[in-house]
């Protein structure tokens, strides 16, 4: 079950507050991520309080710099799920505003997570810096948490046994790379984008191949080219596929577009949401110098997608 979203701080009902929380921007929930939530589940287990997670929407990134390149790397609703089997009862997805900007380590530690969400204990990240001009640490929060009545822990720095980073700037980098390997090694699940699917050109169906189209919005933009996919319906079907990502040199495309080809699938998805893995990295993109060479590469991407779905684990 997901988590519950709340995007408030101020006049909880009691039955919100008193949780021991994990605090931080948490885009991925990759592993490193968990870590930080298993301390807190500890602190949960230990106290008898629930487990929450306090992050951010938009991500501050976003507000600091607004023209700054799409990089995230889920939406709220993926990350409610990801928490949501993590244990996590509450994410509380606080407005990153012109108020959250401006707020002291101070006043945060005491206003928001002290009186606001009453928390019992917080546990961060070794690199957690909170507060106008990032002046906030672990050890300030400690600090401050001792004067207002919750514990803090710090998790240090997780990397992979094998010297893999845990980071999401790590996981950009391997999507960037089209290392889908790498980028689920981080996440511990593939990188999927979830949107609604909206109506294309129509092309694919005039070659038999229908396509489900889905905007990739905020979310950063992986290796343009084709993918071995994995598409979760609303019905909770999931449909092996493969797609094209990106600006289509073909027919070339204002903004790129994740095009879905559902294999053995015959239904309408226009104005539903699904969530698309982009399970292994097939090719990059590439133009065609007419229709008959364009089918023939679908046909053989077809192929490749199928035969690198057979010998991938199913989440």
């Known amino acids: 079950m997901a988590a519950r979203i709340v995007r408030a701080w101020r006049d909880l009902p009691a039955e919100l507050k008193g949780a021991a929380v994990a605090v931080g921007a948490f885009d991925g929930v990759h592993r490193g991520h968990q870590a ?20 951010f929407d938009p991500h501050p990134r976003r507000w600091f710099q607004p023209d700054a390149a799409p990089f995230r790397l889920m939406t709220p609703d993926q990350m409610a799920r990801a928490l949501g089997d993590l244990g996590v009862a509450t994410l509380f997805l606080l407005p990153f505003d012109a108020e959250m900007a401006a707020m ?27 507060g106008k001009g990032r002046t906030g640490s672990p050890e300030a929060l400690r600090a401050l948490g ?26 950009r980098e391997a999507l960037n790379a089209g290392d889908m390997a790498r980028a689920a090694a981080i ?8 949107g609604e699917v909206i109506h294309g050109d129509k092309r694919g169906r005039t070659i038999g191949v229908p396509t489900a189209n889905v905007p990739l919005g905020d979310y950063m933009r992986p290796a343009f080219g084709v993918y071995a996919t994995r598409t979760r319906l609303p019905d909770g079907r999931v449909v092996d596929g493969v797609a094209s990502l990106g600006v289509r040199p073909m027919w070339r495309l204002e903004e790129p577009l994740l095009e ?11 104005g539903q949401t699904v969530e698309t893995e982009l399970v292994a ?16 590469q679908i046909e053989a991407d077809a192929a490749a997608a199928r035969e690198a ?4 684990p199913r989440g």
Do not use: C, M
């Open 187 to 194: 996440l511990g699940r593939p990188f999927a984008i979830e």
């Open 146 to 171: 001792g004067r207002l009545g919750f514990t803090v822990s710090t998790v240090d720095r997780i990397d992979d046994a094998g010297g893999l980073k845990l980071s999401s700037s790590a996981v």
């Open 36 to 55: 930080v939530i298993a301390q807190a589940r500890e602190a949960a287990e230990r106290l008898g309080a629930p487990l929450a997670v306090v992050s």
């Open 260 to 270: 879905v080809w559902l294999f053995d699938f015959d239904g309408d998805l226009y």
């Open 309 to 312: 779905l057979a010998n991938a």
């Open 281 to 296: 990295f097939l090719r990059p993109e590439k133009s065609f110098e007419g229709l008959d060479a364009l089918k023939a």
């Open 104 to 130: 002291t380590h101070e006043a945060f530690a005491g206003d928001v997570l002290a009186d606001g969400l009453g928390i019992r204990h917080a546990a961060v990240g070794f690199d957690f810096t909170f």
